[in-house]
């Protein structure tokens, strides 16, 4: 077919024609057209044999102005000829439609991305009225002597001028310089009038065929940055910006055909296969390198380009979640490294030079030794963080470590004493109670092991009591008082021993610290003699530790390690969608970042990995449960 919208070289124009001209007519009209000389005589002779000829006519007649008067016909030809292009819509906004969408198309053909006029073109093609056009086809051919065309000849070159006045649009739109902006801009106003136009879908092929090329050397520079990007060595930030930028140039001609197409509940295919190809990117990064940062960066963009992507949209963000975390613990590793390594050097430290210090300076900066670091680095620690909640643990777990590891409560309680009069107000209120409570059982158990070693001297044994009462819990506060009061009546030595023993033997059995903090299930527990109960202890407990790296972990916190592990591996053979594989991933980054590198007992270790041998069905159904399988 004919270009559609070349209507100025229509034969109807180049012979001077009317749609009712006869054959004998339109031989008088070449000679006059021959005559003036405007167009070479092949021009002229095709025109006239493409007017005698009923198929090649019905084209010209569609092509042309149907419905128009000759009156209108000579003012759409002027109008066209002299005005602004840009002005076409408002004047023949009155005009049929098949013979407006001619002239709008022709206009197009000569502008470049005029959006008004291809607003106005695609509004042409709603409702078409083709028995209309069918009638006056028949009704001029009738008068000229031409045989009659039926309705589905009729439709179907309608259809292919539909097809060609598009890629003319898309031609228009793609010469503007700024081809996405625009044809987004189109796609979205005409999405919310009428989704379902014919006209559209045609408008956005066309245009996705004349952006292949553009797309396609896209592409192959962002292949070429991913694999640069793939060392993660250190300029692996400059090739994220590439592909970022490279990303940016990608969704600003591609958008149009993903909003379209997700309109249509379907997802672009090359934007598709670009996602992927730079999530899998992504996860090498953070997985294998742990890059997360950069790997934040990637999915941020990828994020920001394919959201009409849906299904990837949806795993982007849970991407982006995961990997702030990631990227949020690895900054707070970094600020809590030097914390960690003062408190490591505490743990192999002499334990008597350091309580002399704590004593002596108590505990801050200006402290000798490594007190002095553990409080510098504290207070540098806490100044860059947002949540200083970590930075306090990483010393209570020191003071856990001296208390169960070291068995030297008292040092453990030097030190939570002394981090508690340094913190000050600073502390949380959840914080300061914790500590608080950790203060009162470590005191509780060091004073504890003065009154076993002074019994006998009932004046040191007072003492001791009197120590007792500073920190002692509501609880503990009146059997302490009783035992006391009992001491001061009592002169008969059998029953004050009797009596201190009972008081041992109830807070042996209380817990150390708390559920996170118990002491070895191993250690050595006094009962009175007239006394059968025993503690019961759990052996399949789990708690979950915090977050960091180097912590000494409790049994019940080894454990949940172990069995999460173990939970994790059954998982990784049950994924079988977007949604668990997601929220796998942040099960594993919440491992690594409580379990990745902890310190233990080697007797603890190997009792749990003992049971983990006969709880692998129950882990396997927590598994299961997880996965809400």
Same mark, same amino acid.
């Given at each position: 077919?004919?270009?559609?919208?070349?209507?100025?070289?229509?034969?109807?124009?180049?012979?001077?024609? @009317?749609?009712?001209?006869?054959?004998?007519?339109?031989?008088?009209?070449?000679? /006059? =057209?021959?005559?003036?000389?405007?167009?070479?005589?092949?021009?002229?002779?095709?025109?006239? !044999?493409?007017?005698?000829?009923?198929?090649?006519?019905?084209?010209?007649?569609?092509?042309?102005? +149907?419905?128009?008067?000759?009156?209108?016909?000579?003012?759409?030809?002027?109008?066209?000829?002299?005005?602004?292009?840009?002005?076409?819509?408002?004047?023949?906004?009155?005009? +049929?439609?098949?013979?407006?969408?001619? *002239?709008?198309?022709?206009?197009?053909?000569?502008?470049?991305?005029?959006?008004?006029?291809?607003?106005?073109?695609?509004?042409?093609?709603?409702?078409?009225?083709?028995?209309?056009?069918?009638?006056?086809?028949?009704?001029?051919?009738?008068?000229?002597?031409?045989?009659?065309?039926?309705?589905?000849?009729?439709?179907?070159?309608?259809?292919?001028?539909? #097809?060609?006045?598009?890629?003319?649009?898309?031609?228009?739109?793609? $010469?503007?310089?700024?081809?996405?902006?625009?044809?987004?801009? *189109?796609?979205?106003?005409?999405?919310? $009038?009428? +989704?379902?136009?014919?006209?559209?879908?045609?408008?956005? $092929?066309?245009?996705?065929?004349?952006?292949?090329?553009?797309?396609? %050397?896209?592409?192959?520079?962002?292949?070429?940055?991913?694999?640069?990007?793939?060392?993660?060595?250190?300029?692996?930030?400059?090739?994220?910006?590439?592909?970022?930028?490279?990303?940016?140039?990608?969704?600003?001609?591609?958008?149009?055909?993903?909003?379209?197409?997700?309109?249509?509940?379907?997802?672009?295919?090359?934007?598709?296969?670009?996602?992927? %190809?730079?999530?899998?990117?992504?996860?090498?990064?953070?997985?294998?390198?742990?890059?997360?940062?950069?790997?934040?960066? #990637?999915?941020?963009?990828?994020?920001?380009?394919? +959201?009409?992507? @849906?299904?990837?949209?949806? *795993?982007?963000?849970?991407?982006?979640?995961?990997?702030?975390?990631?990227?949020? !613990?690895?900054?707070?590793?970094?600020?809590?490294?030097?914390?960690?390594?003062?408190?490591?050097?505490?743990?192999?430290?002499?334990?008597?030079?350091?309580?002399?210090?704590? $004593?002596?300076?108590?505990?801050?900066?200006?402290?000798?030794?490594?007190?002095?670091?553990?409080?510098?680095?504290?207070?540098?620690?806490?100044?860059?963080?947002?949540?200083?909640?970590?930075?306090?643990?990483?010393?209570?777990?020191?003071?856990?470590?001296?208390?169960?590891?070291?068995? /030297?409560? %008292?040092?453990?309680?030097?030190?939570?004493?002394?981090?508690?009069?340094?913190?000050?107000?600073?502390?949380?209120? %959840?914080?300061?109670? &914790?500590?608080? @409570?950790?203060?009162?059982?470590?005191?509780?158990?060091?004073?504890?092991?003065?009154?076993?070693?002074?019994?006998?001297?009932?004046?040191?044994?007072?003492?001791?009591?009197?120590?007792?009462?500073?920190?002692?819990?509501?609880?503990?506060?009146?059997?302490?008082?009783?035992?006391?009061?009992?001491?001061?009546?009592?002169?008969?030595?059998?029953?004050?021993?009797?009596?201190?023993?009972?008081?041992?033997?109830?807070?042996?059995?209380?817990?150390?610290?708390?559920?996170?903090?118990?002491?070895?299930?191993?250690?050595?527990?006094?009962?009175?003699?007239?006394?059968?109960?025993?503690?019961?202890?759990?052996?399949?407990?789990?708690?979950?530790?915090?977050?960091?790296?180097?912590?000494?972990?409790?049994?019940?916190?080894?454990?949940?390690?172990?069995?999460?592990?173990?939970?994790?591996?059954?998982?990784?053979?049950?994924?079988?969608?977007? =949604?668990?594989?997601?929220?796998?991933? &942040?099960?594993?980054?919440?491992?690594?970042?409580?379990?990745?590198?902890?310190?233990?007992?080697?007797?603890?270790?190997?009792?749990?990995?003992?049971?983990?041998?006969?709880?692998?069905?129950?882990? !396997?159904?927590? =598994?299961?449960?997880?996965?809400?399988?």
């Amino acid at each position: 077919m004919k270009t559609a919208s070349n209507l100025l070289r229509n034969e109807f124009n180049v012979l001077k024609a @009317e749609y009712s001209s006869s054959a004998e007519e339109i031989s008088d009209l070449l000679e /006059d =057209a021959e005559f003036e000389g405007i167009y070479s005589d092949d021009v002229l002779i095709k025109a006239q !044999q493409t007017l005698v000829a009923p198929k090649d006519r019905l084209i010209a007649e569609l092509c042309w102005l +149907p419905e128009l008067s000759r009156q209108q016909r000579e003012k759409a030809l002027q109008v066209i000829k002299e005005s602004d292009t840009s002005q076409v819509p408002q004047q023949i906004d009155h005009f +049929p439609d098949l013979a407006k969408a001619n *002239i709008l198309a022709y206009c197009a053909s000569e502008m470049e991305g005029a959006k008004a006029i291809i607003l106005s073109l695609c509004n042409c093609w709603d409702d078409l009225d083709l028995d209309a056009l069918t009638n006056f086809i028949n009704d001029n051919r009738k008068l000229a002597g031409f045989p009659k065309v039926s309705l589905a000849q009729v439709e179907d070159v309608v259809s292919n001028i539909c #097809l060609k006045q598009a890629i003319t649009a898309a031609a228009s739109i793609w $010469r503007s310089g700024v081809p996405g902006f625009l044809m987004n801009s *189109i796609v979205e106003k005409e999405l919310s $009038r009428k +989704p379902e136009s014919t006209f559209l879908k045609n408008l956005v $092929r066309e245009y996705d065929k004349n952006s292949e090329k553009d797309l396609a %050397e896209i592409a192959q520079k962002i292949s070429d940055a991913a694999e640069k990007a793939k060392s993660a060595g250190d300029d692996l930030g400059f090739h994220i910006q590439d592909i970022d930028g490279y990303l940016f140039q990608w969704d600003e001609i591609n958008q149009p055909v993903q909003l379209y197409d997700q309109s249509r509940g379907h997802e672009e295919a090359r934007s598709k296969a670009l996602y992927q %190809e730079l999530r899998a990117l992504s996860v090498e990064l953070a997985n294998e390198h742990n890059r997360f940062e950069a790997s934040l960066q #990637l999915s941020e963009a990828l994020l920001r380009t394919f +959201p009409e992507l @849906e299904s990837a949209a949806e *795993i982007l963000r849970g991407d982006v979640t995961d990997l702030e975390d990631l990227v949020e !613990q690895e900054k707070n590793n970094r600020i809590l490294q030097p914390l960690f390594e003062a408190c490591d050097a505490a743990k192999d430290a002499p334990l008597t030079p350091l309580k002399a210090t704590l $004593r002596a300076e108590g505990f801050s900066e200006r402290s000798e030794g490594v007190i002095g670091e553990i409080a510098g680095s504290l207070q540098r620690s806490c100044t860059k963080l947002d949540d200083t909640r970590v930075a306090y643990m990483i010393v209570r777990n020191l003071c856990l470590y001296w208390n169960n590891e070291k068995e /030297d409560p %008292e040092a453990a309680f030097l030190l939570i004493d002394g981090l508690i009069t340094y913190a000050g107000n600073a502390l949380e209120s %959840e914080m300061s109670e &914790r500590l608080s @409570e950790d203060r009162a059982t470590l005191h509780t158990n060091w004073k504890m092991g003065e009154l076993e070693s002074n019994r006998g001297n009932k004046t040191a044994i007072l003492r001791t009591l009197d120590d007792l009462l500073i920190y002692a819990k509501p609880s503990e506060k009146y059997e302490f008082e009783k035992l006391r009061n009992d001491i001061k009546k009592q002169s008969t030595k059998k029953y004050i021993k009797w009596s201190i023993y009972a008081v041992i033997g109830l807070f042996i059995l209380l817990s150390i610290i708390d559920s996170e903090s118990k002491k070895r299930t191993s250690e050595t527990k006094y009962t009175p003699s007239n006394s059968s109960s025993q503690q019961s202890v759990s052996v399949s407990s789990e708690s979950m530790p915090p977050v960091g790296t180097g912590l000494s972990l409790t049994e019940s916190q080894v454990r949940y390690c172990i069995f999460q592990d173990k939970r994790l591996d059954f998982m990784r053979n049950m994924l079988s969608d977007n =949604a668990e594989i997601s929220h796998f991933n &942040r099960l594993v980054g919440d491992w690594n970042a409580r379990c990745s590198n902890y310190r233990y007992l080697p007797a603890i270790m190997s009792k749990i990995q003992d049971e983990v041998a006969g709880r692998s069905h129950d882990l !396997q159904l927590d =598994a299961q449960r997880i996965l809400g399988k």
